[in-house]
């Protein structure tokens, strides 16, 4: 039977992970190892300053006072003992588009094991309070299934690279979810103004403004795909090199070495 590793950035105790988990124990051996409280927007960030701990809760879920990728990142190199076929991210409480996919602490926990050369898959719902959430976990493991049945690279030992898929499935009753499309990332504009405030002791505090709203959102984006009420499936990459403008940069007298 294959092995998946669950985690996430809403905590261990979040409805999207117990549900994600219930989709898919049937179908796998699945270990959940997941924060102890919410991480959201913590992108990769490991805790390298402070010890980590794992406790294991009365569900049998380990939880980890770090980062979601803190979770993934001490599970493949210690934790577990062995290595999972797949790692499964979510399912997130709101989506993770376009630019949302750099803060991510969702797509964080995924890439971690795409790092590692385990193929990740990260799972979001595209609207808050886990609306549906039943109808989103029922189409999380039929993706999960298909790719376990598929010929796709499911180890290192392949010799096709793992994969990293973003996947954000609309908040709608499983007969009205549309078709999986294979989609780009969408962009947003800039994030709203910081909210300051003032504490009781007179000092000013600062809350980091809400995201912005789709800048792009055309056909063959996430944005578009899932306001139609389809999943939206992006294939993701880590390689933040800007190929295009390498030429350019080496007009300018750099040295360049490919």
């Known amino acids: 039977m294959k092995k998946i590793l669950i985690s996430n950035d809403d905590g261990y105790q979040a409805p999207g992970i117990i549900a994600l988990y219930e989709a898919l124990k049937d179908i796998a051996d699945v270990e959940v190892i997941a924060p102890e409280h919410n991480n959201s ?10 010890p980590l ?29 062995y290595r999972p076929d797949l790692v499964v991210s979510g399912i997130n409480n709101g989506a993770n588009m ?15 094991g795409y790092l590692f050369g ?27 299934q298909w790719v376990l049945n598929q010929a796709v690279p499911l180890s290192s030992h392949s010799s096709l690279s793992p994969f990293l898929l973003n996947v954000n499935i609309p908040n709608r009753p499983y007969d009205e979810i549309g078709s999986l499309q294979l989609c ?9 103004n910081v909210i300051q405030q003032v504490n009781p002791r007179g000092e000013t505090m600062y809350w980091i403004g809400a995201a912005g709203a789709a800048k792009d959102d055309a056909d063959g ?8 009420g389809h999943i939206a499936l992006t294939p993701l990459q880590v390689d933040l090199t800007d190929h295009a403008n390498l030429e350019h940069w080496g007009n300018l007298g750099f040295d360049r070495s490919l």
């Open 118 to 144: 385990i193929p990740a898959i990260a799972f979001s719902q595209v609207e808050r309070d886990w609306h549906h959430l039943d109808s989103a976990a029922r189409k999380a493991r039929e993706l999960v």
């Open 98 to 112: 376009g630019d949302d996919t750099i803060y991510s602490g969702t797509v964080g926990a995924a890439m971690e």
């Open 221 to 228: 984006t996430d944005f578009h795909a899932t306001a139609q």
């Open 53 to 81: 701990y794992v406790h294991r809760s009365s569900n049998g879920f380990r939880y980890v006072n770090g980062t979601p990728a803190d979770c993934v990142h001490i599970a493949l190199t210690g934790l577990l003992g």
């Open 184 to 192: 780009r990332l969408g962009r947003r504009h800039a994030a709203e």
């Open 41 to 50: 927007a913590k992108s990769n960030a490991l805790t390298l300053n402070t």
